[in-house]
């Protein structure tokens, strides 16, 4: 099966004294539009493989493909144009906003390099009417935001560059639980719009079962269970998860 | 805002025969600024039982923290008590003495924080820090302190605890390092214990084993417990009764079921509808809009603006009544079930 992402027996060490093991060989597929959730506690390696994903951390061992080429292989013409393929949506939106720049050209301080100034500049308006922001907070800086606004501003300048892949790494956990289904709805919504390859990293199950369609659950760097998150969610296999789904507080229906 | 001159409600207990340990009646807590000073909680009354758990639920600004440190009396500088009265057993907190207020922090009410690694000495070992304080509050001897210590952090679930006094804290796990601040904080067996969001930072497996572990230690020290989150799944499991706040204010407390079953706030509604899961494609709960800042919240009812069932009387400010079992402050409050 070929994917447009594709990690092949991917092992990251990282070095010290002991020689932490993040990531132990895993290998997975995604396929062209389709989510895929990584689940786990933390330690477990899913921000890990988030960020060899991004090019932000070399592997150790094995291969990381994306729409066929190995990115860790890539000369630089395809480095560069790594970043209009695969953007990401961080989980703390008062970290991954520069603070001292306004909204809008955060929004397009990527995309003006690609597309040229004045066409990334009219894309702006466009992009804060698609994410729900009033056109007028293009002149705001990221302080003046409250943490879901700042969210969409994120996402905004990640759709800015139309890539084809999104990597969310616990896009929704820094936000209050009445802002989480504003920014996933919006995920829903831009992903459908745009036709996006999702990864999503999370540690809450529940999210995971509505947001994507397959699941690995990591635990300790590898993968003990892969399937449809609404299966696994009623009836897991591996004991992790069992523990997982178990430890999950339910609103009462 | 005038509404320190509303009247006080009547404490409302789930068990009225029982003696309130903590009452907090018509709580004012306000920032003092240049021009005038900006309201941060308001009017805010809820007493806690022995042995009974409140929740106290509500958005990140809606006012829950600094409630608790109010009860503490550890409000940071320039924010300040400014109406109302905070309880212990029957006995003011508002304007003691801090010497006085230093011998019941720790003894008679406690404290736990979100993080505990800022709450512990990072220098010193954990056994020291755990005797410090029972010497601090207790007349015994070092080696009995130390038995009590040990004694507690077994209680606490952490393995091997004699060995592990000699410990720094980020020797521990996240988890592990929250049992440690709990046994410290329950070391002096507190009538009282204020939990603030002391799960959020863990995963969730290891906030089920804490969440047990206070359930088992407030069954067997009869403690009153309020547990402050923004997670009104996990309140659910533990809570006896849940107040929630929104924008300094108390807008609907009931007992846990009572509150699940019926919501009668639309926030309360919306808590709700926010942290239901569904099935893949469902389209997540939200409330729209997001919580006004302090200085900036509306004249009338607080939630309004974000509210679908405003009427021509949400203009003007709400009380807290009475509706069935259960508080709510709103003019037109949802009738049947949270499913609709």
Known sequence: ?253 | MNSNLLPELPARSANPGRVGALEIAGLCISRRERRQPISLVTDLSLSVADGEIVGLVGESGSGKSLTALACMGLLPRGVAITAGDVRLGGISLVGMERKKLRVLRGSSISMIFQDPLASLDPCARIGSQMVETILAHKDISAAEARKDAVELLDRAGIPRAAERMRCYPHEFSGGMRQRVMIAAALVLKPRVLIADEPTTALDVTTQAGIVELVLELRRELDMAVIWISHDLGLVGQLADRVAVMYAGEVVEVADVQHLFAVPRHPYTHGLIRSGRRGEFGARFGFIRGSVAEPGHWPGGCRFAPRCDRVLAGCDRHPELALLDKAGVRCINPMTGGSGQ
């Open chain 1, 1 to 253: 099966m070929t994917g447009v992402i594709e990690m092949e027996a991917v092992t990251k060490v990282y070095r010290g004294r002991a020689g932490t093991t993040a990531v132990d060989g895993i290998s997975f597929v995604v396929g062209e539009g389709e989510t895929l959730g990584i689940v786990g506690e933390s330690g477990s390696g899913k921000t890990t493989v988030a960020r060899m994903l991004l090019r932000l951390t070399r592997p150790t061992s094995g291969r990381v493909l994306v729409g066929g080429s190995d990115i860790w292989q890539a000369n630089r013409a395809e480095r560069k144009r790594l970043p209009r393929i695969v953007q990401a949506v961080f989980q703390d939106p008062f970290a991954s906003l520069d603070p001292r720049m306004r909204v809008g050209p955060c929004i397009c301080e990527g995309s003006c390099r690609v597309f040229g100034r004045k066409e990334a500049a009219a894309d702006v308006d466009r992009l804060l009417d698609l994410v729900g922001i009033p056109r007028r907070y293009a002149d705001y800086y990221p302080h003046e935001l409250s943490g879901g606004q700042r969210q969409r501003v994120a996402i905004a300048r990640a759709i800015a560059m139309r890539p084809t892949i999104l990597v969310a790494d616990e896009p929704v956990s820094a936000l209050d639980v009445s802002m989480q289904g504003q920014v996933l709805n919006l995920l829903t919504d831009l992903r459908a719009e745009f036709q996006l390859t999702c990864v999503f990293i999370s540690h809450d199950l529940g999210i995971v079962r509505q947001f994507c369609e397959r699941v690995l659950v990591m635990q300790r760097g590898k993968v003990v269970e892969e399937g449809d998150p609404g299966e696994i969610f009623l009836a897991a296999r591996h004991p992790y998860t069992q523990s997982l789904v178990a430890a999950i507080p339910r609103i009462p229906a």
